[in-house]
């Protein structure tokens, strides 16, 4: 199966339909790092030996993905390697979070193995030798850890991992060593972040082991009021501790900003009110929109409807177009190569024709 | 000449010690070369306290480092692939799973400051048995640590003696 065959959806699975908890949670994600006995890691590793990690790790996702008896069977995975993919198509696969930006920029002796309901991925050779991610829609981190927690095992059976008693799974980086585990959630806090309370919560949950950062966006700017809520701890406590401890903290952020939101339509209904259409009637109507303005818009359109001011449109609107408004979706729409400003009016095409779909 | 511990075996290994200058001697049988060399953790005849010092990273790394280390190799290095503590340091990362092993001490309070713990608690994957193989390593560096000192070849000894202690922290902590 050829990769654009995966990804001949316009969004990805995860981001589409009902899942617990998707008025706030966009997604969750938790990935596990692991490298392979032996073998330098991918950033001192030579050629010869980025070349043993892509052999091995493609045979045991081929037979991983058939199930032998003993491991389940993990579906229909396919690996690439990352020469055989266009440019067009790495850059699809980050927009949809299925890779880094890092790993879209390696070509031989690196790879990718993904699911066709694109809820697995694993890079191979990006950091570490092998990075197995879950992505799936709305709150399910436990969820997600189970499924990643398969995927490694199966591979597990047919892979002997450099793993040491003391400090666990040896990865590239100290900061993942131990369960390998990096798991987050996606939130979109804009009640919260229009109180002005994104600050206080950075500090509060960097307490707690946990850190909060922008999706999109550079520095402390978090485009469209998206931010990931994920573990920094991954050595000393176990995968589940891991995982219990971000959706414990994540539920109480989830409550606060629905508290939030309750604050704002008390106090300052109108205000709200006029901001939300205000910004539906330019996302509606604009013929040029940034990716940063479109995010801060259709981040109101989104609150607009969670506070039942907008209906007819499906509440994944943001979490859909967040990705496809991005440069390869929208290059990849037209079928050709867009300037910046070019990208800016199809942009604002797309949007008005998925809202006039919808109403 | 008899073994000066046991004084019953031949004595087969003779080791010179040189510190500050003075020099002294010892014979002994292999079993109790051994033994001494089990009980004082890794080398006999203070090797060990007199090694500690020159490979502190205080003063190995710190701003006396160039100082007082003639032909002692300065650059700590991972036996396996070659990546120095510089640069680790510099870019923060490991270039294999043997760095772990090399550069143990360095990491031991960068894991505590990261996560607060430095002991694995988790999943374990089922192939790969680690203890067997860290044991097999463990061997072939003790004979290796023993070539040496016989040699008199201190300063590989050093590197041998530091490679031994870090296994042997990683086995002892399982």
Same mark, same amino acid.
């Given at each position: 199966?050829?990769?654009?065959?995966?990804?001949?959806?316009?969004?990805?699975?995860?981001?589409?339909?009902?899942?617990?908890?998707?008025?706030?949670?966009?997604?969750?994600?938790?990935?596990?790092?692991?490298?392979?006995?032996?073998?330098?890691?991918?950033?001192?590793?030579?050629?010869?030996?980025?070349?043993?990690?892509?052999?091995?790790?493609?045979?045991?996702?081929?037979?991983?993905?058939? $199930?032998?008896?003993?491991?389940?069977?993990?579906?229909?995975?396919?690996?690439? /390697?990352?020469?055989?993919?266009?440019?067009?198509?790495?850059?699809?696969?980050?927009?949809?979070?299925?890779?880094?930006?890092?790993?879209?920029? /390696?070509?031989?002796?690196?790879?990718?193995?993904?699911?066709?309901?694109?809820?697995?991925?694993?890079?191979?050779?990006?950091?570490?030798?092998?990075?197995?991610?879950?992505?799936?829609?709305?709150?399910?981190?436990?969820?997600?850890?189970?499924?990643?927690?398969?995927?490694?095992?199966?591979?597990?059976?047919?892979?002997?991992?450099?793993?040491?008693?003391?400090?666990?799974?040896?990865?590239?980086?100290?900061?993942?060593?131990?369960?390998?585990?990096?798991?987050?959630?996606?939130?979109?806090?804009?009640?919260?972040? @229009?109180?002005?309370?994104? @600050?206080?919560?950075?500090?509060?949950?960097?307490?707690?082991?946990?850190?909060?950062? $922008?999706?999109?966006?550079?520095?402390?700017?978090?485009?469209?009021?998206?931010?990931?809520?994920?573990?920094?701890?991954?050595?000393?406590?176990?995968?589940?501790?891991?995982?219990?401890?971000?959706?414990?903290?994540?539920?109480?952020?989830?409550?606060?900003?629905?508290?939030?939101?309750?604050?704002?339509?008390? +106090?300052? +209904?109108?205000?709200?009110?006029?901001?939300?259409?205000?910004?539906?009637?330019?996302?509606?109507?604009?013929?040029?929109?940034? /990716?940063?303005?479109?995010? +801060?818009?259709?981040?109101?359109?989104?609150?607009?409807?969670?506070?039942?001011?907008?209906?007819?449109?499906?509440?994944?609107?943001?979490?859909?177009?967040?990705?496809?408004?991005?440069?390869?979706?929208?290059?990849?729409?037209?079928?050709?190569?867009?300037?910046?400003?070019?990208?800016?009016?199809? +942009?604002? /095409?797309?949007?008005?024709?998925?809202?006039?779909?919808?109403? | 000449?008899?073994?000066?511990?046991?004084?019953?075996?031949?004595?087969?290994? =003779?080791?010179? =010690?040189?510190?500050?200058?003075?020099?002294?001697?010892?014979?002994?049988?292999?079993?109790?070369?051994?033994?001494?060399?089990?009980?004082?953790?890794?080398?006999?005849?203070?090797?060990?306290?007199?090694?500690?010092?020159?490979?502190?990273?205080?003063?190995?790394?710190?701003?006396?480092?160039?100082?007082?280390?003639?032909?002692? &190799?300065?650059?700590?290095?991972?036996?396996?692939?070659?990546?120095?503590?510089?640069?680790?340091?510099?870019?923060?990362?490991?270039?294999?799973?043997?760095?772990? %092993?090399?550069? #143990?001490? %360095?990491?031991?309070?960068?894991?505590?400051?990261? #996560?607060?713990?430095?002991? #694995?608690?988790?999943?374990?994957?089922?192939?790969?048995? &680690?203890?067997?193989?860290?044991?097999?390593?463990?061997? %072939?560096?003790?004979?290796?640590?023993?070539?040496?000192?016989?040699?008199?070849?201190?300063?590989?000894?050093?590197?041998?003696?530091?490679?031994?202690?870090?296994?042997?922290?990683?086995?002892?902590?399982?």
């Amino acid at each position: 199966m050829a990769l654009d065959e995966i990804l001949k959806h316009p969004v990805a699975q995860w981001m589409v339909g009902d899942a617990p908890a998707n008025d706030i949670v966009v997604g969750t994600r938790v990935r596990l790092a692991r490298n392979l006995h032996e073998i330098p890691f991918p950033g001192v590793a030579t050629r010869t030996q980025l070349g043993q990690v892509v052999d091995q790790v493609r045979e045991a996702i081929t037979h991983a993905a058939q $199930g032998d008896g003993r491991t389940p069977r993990l579906g229909r995975l396919h690996f690439f /390697t990352m020469d055989a993919l266009s440019p067009l198509t790495k850059q699809l696969l980050v927009e949809r979070h299925l890779i880094s930006p890092q790993h879209a920029q /390696t070509g031989a002796g690196h790879g990718v193995a993904l699911r066709d309901d694109e809820r697995v991925s694993i890079m191979v050779n990006e950091e570490d030798h092998l990075r197995i991610q879950v992505l799936l829609p709305g709150f399910q981190p436990q969820e997600a850890w189970e499924m990643a927690n398969q995927v490694d095992d199966a591979l597990d059976a047919r892979l002997v991992y450099a793993f040491s008693d003391a400090v666990g799974y040896l990865t590239a980086w100290p900061t993942n060593v131990g369960t390998g585990l990096r798991a987050s959630v996606m939130l979109h806090l804009p009640a919260l972040a @229009r109180a002005g309370q994104i @600050r206080a919560l950075i500090s509060a949950v960097a307490q707690l082991g946990l850190t909060v950062r $922008g999706i999109y966006g550079e520095g402390t700017e978090a485009w469209g009021n998206l931010f990931q809520l994920s573990n920094q701890v991954s050595l000393g406590r176990s995968e589940e501790e891991i995982t219990t401890h971000l959706a414990t903290v994540a539920r109480q952020v989830i409550q606060q900003e629905r508290q939030a939101r309750e604050a704002l339509l008390n +106090r300052q +209904r109108i205000e709200l009110e006029d901001a939300i259409y205000r910004s539906f009637g330019i996302v509606t109507h604009a013929r040029s929109l940034s /990716t940063k303005e479109a995010l +801060r818009l259709l981040s109101d359109v989104r609150l607009g409807i969670d506070l039942g001011l907008i209906s007819g449109i499906p509440e994944t609107i943001l979490q859909e177009l967040m990705v496809r408004i991005r440069p390869a979706h929208l290059q990849r729409l037209v079928g050709r190569e867009l300037s910046a400003s070019e990208r800016d009016l199809q +942009r604002a /095409t797309l949007i008005r024709e998925r809202f006039k779909v919808q109403r | 000449m008899l073994c000066e511990d046991c004084h019953e075996r031949e004595a087969t290994v =003779h080791i010179t =010690h040189v510190v500050n200058g003075e020099r002294s001697e010892a014979h002994l049988c292999e079993r109790c070369a051994q033994k001494r060399s089990e009980s004082e953790g890794v080398a006999p005849f203070g090797l060990q306290s007199f090694l500690k010092g020159l490979f502190d990273p205080e003063t190995l790394f710190g701003p006396g480092a160039s100082g007082g280390l003639a032909g002692v &190799e300065r650059v700590e290095r991972c036996q396996r692939c070659g990546l120095s503590l510089d640069d680790f340091r510099r870019l923060g990362h490991l270039g294999c799973s043997h760095c772990y %092993q090399q550069f #143990h001490r %360095q990491l031991l309070p960068a894991l505590q400051r990261i #996560h607060g713990a430095t002991r #694995h608690r988790g999943k374990v994957p089922s192939r790969g048995n &680690e203890t067997v193989l860290l044991r097999r390593d463990l061997k %072939q560096l003790r004979e290796q640590l023993n070539a040496a000192i016989q040699r008199e070849a201190y300063e590989e000894a050093a590197v041998l003696r530091d490679r031994i202690r870090a296994l042997e922290e990683q086995l002892g902590a399982s």
